[in-house]
């Protein structure tokens, strides 16, 4: 069983900044991808970032006006935690934010960006963002 714990959300104004962070329990280690993904009120849940096992790949959203060059995913995997380094916060950055593993039985080689290829999950944080 693994247990994911997300922490370190709250209510930040624009510009401001926050770090999230996933810690891992369970049967972990650090042999899968990791994932980042959040869902605003009345929205679906849509994916935001996720780190290779060895920290040394990451892919960000692409949508308009996305994460890419805000936010940073990291890994420690000693700590088992990953976190997620959220700048220059935006009002439609509001929505809870929860952190993924990726199945080891859905890995493709394609980028980790459906929510479909993850196994477990957090039960994730709040991330309010004031104007």
């Known amino acids: 069983q693994v247990q994911l714990v997300e922490s370190g959300g709250g209510l930040v104004q624009a510009g401001g900044s926050l770090r999230l962070s996933c810690a891992a329990s369970?049967?972990?280690?650090?042999?899968?991808?990791m994932g980042w993904f959040r869902q605003a009120p009345g929205k679906e849940r849509e994916f935001v970032a996720a780190?290779?096992?060895?920290?040394?790949?990451?892919?960000?959203?692409d949508y308009p006006d996305s994460v890419k060059g805000r936010f940073t995913i990291s890994r420690d995997n000693a700590r088992n935690t990953v976190y997620l380094q959220m700048n220059s916060l935006k009002p439609e950055d509001t929505a809870v934010y929860y952190c993924?593993?990726?199945?080891?039985?859905?890995?493709?080689?394609?980028?980790?960006?459906?929510?479909?290829?993850?196994?477990?999950w957090g039960q994730g944080t709040q991330v309010t963002v004031s104007s």
């Open positions: 369970g049967r972990t280690g650090s042999s899968y991808a």
């Open positions: 780190i290779v096992r060895t920290g040394g790949v990451t892919y960000y959203a």
């Open positions: 993924a593993r990726q199945d080891p039985l859905k890995v493709t080689g394609r980028p980790p960006i459906h929510s479909y290829e993850y196994d477990y």
